[in-house]
Each structure stands twice: as structure tokens, then as C-alpha cells.
């Protein structure tokens, strides 16, 4: 991954998410660019073989091709929805950029910060649900997390209006 900038995006499938990916495949890339989507799921403790492996170092970054295969995500344990689909299948194709996922399992605050440096990525973009003060006291603001630790450029799409 030489060519052009490699942007993060942290994807929960959510309408959250989508809104941080429309962001950044409208103002942030171009051809030659890639795309990472970062998704990290519940740690669940797999037993043996390549997910034991997987839940340390994240799972190999998974092509466009691979990751629109519903049977192939079955393995990982992730269902990406249509609509985020459509949007990285429509900006590869008209933007020319390369689409990768790349899976995490455990705390999404660690892991999207983590994934910064292991992939690695030049920025990333998330998006931020717009807690209450007190939910984000209780439950704790993965963006908040990631604007603090994260070692590179990270932009906050905020969904409330």
C-alpha cells in the first residue's frame, strides 16, 4: 500500500458510521487512495486456529471482493449492511480507490487506536453517536478516546444536527 493516502474509517454498521464514511469518500479521497474500514467486534475467546491468532492482531485486511461475500463474513463473525456496501462499492468503482476491512475483536477504544499504527493509516475518521455528559461518563466516548490517543490526524463526523 504505497500509492496515495490511507484513510481509516471506524464502522459499527451503523447509521453513526455511515455518516463518518460518506464524510470521508466525499472530502477526503482519491484515486489511488485507500480505504480501510475498522470494525472491532466483542472479544469472545475463540478456543484454536486462525481467530485465536485474529484476536490479538486483528484479522487480515479483507478485500472489497471478499468482505461483499455474505458467506465469507459468516467466518468473521460480521454482517456489513447493504447501504455500507453500496457506499465503498460505488466510491472503489468512481473513485478509483482500494477497499479494505480489517476486523478487531476486544475494546473498540484500544483497538481503532492500535490500528492506526499497526496498519498503518495516515488519518482516520469516526463518528460520534452525541451522547448525553452522563451517558459519555458512564458508558465513555470511543471518539473522545481516540481524539486523545490516537497518533495521527483524527476528524469527528457528529450525527445530531
Known amino acids: 500500500m ?25 472530502n477526503l479521497l482519491q484515486s489511488g487512495d485507500h480505504l480501510i ?52 462499492t460505488t466510491a472503489s468503482k468512481q473513485k478509483e480507490i482500494t477497499v479494505l476491512l480489517k476486523i478487531f475483536w476486544g475494546d473498540a477504544r484500544e483497538k481503532i487506536c492500535e490500528s492506526i499504527d499497526n496498519i498503518p493509516i495516515d488519518c482516520i475518521v469516526i463518528g460520534n453517536r452525541g451522547l448525553g455528559k452522563l451517558k459519555r461518563v458512564i458508558m465513555g466516548s470511543v471518539s473522545n478516546f481516540v481524539v486523545s490517543h490516537a497518533t495521527c490526524p483524527v476528524t469527528v463526523v457528529k450525527t445530531h444536527e
Open 2 to 26: 504505497v500509492d496515495g493516502k490511507r484513510v481509516g474509517v471506524a464502522v459499527d454498521f451503523s447509521p453513526c458510521s455511515r455518516k463518518a464514511l460518506i464524510w470521508a469518500v466525499e
Open 37 to 88: 474500514l475498522i470494525t472491532v467486534r466483542p472479544s469472545v475467546g475463540y478456543e484454536s486456529g486462525e481467530m485465536q491468532l485474529w484476536e490479538t492482531t486483528g484479522s487480515p485486511l479483507i478485500p472489497l471482493t471478499e468482505f461483499t461475500n455474505v458467506n465469507l463474513m459468516k467466518k468473521y463473525t460480521v454482517q456489513p449492511d447493504p447501504e455500507t456496501l453500496d457506499i465503498v
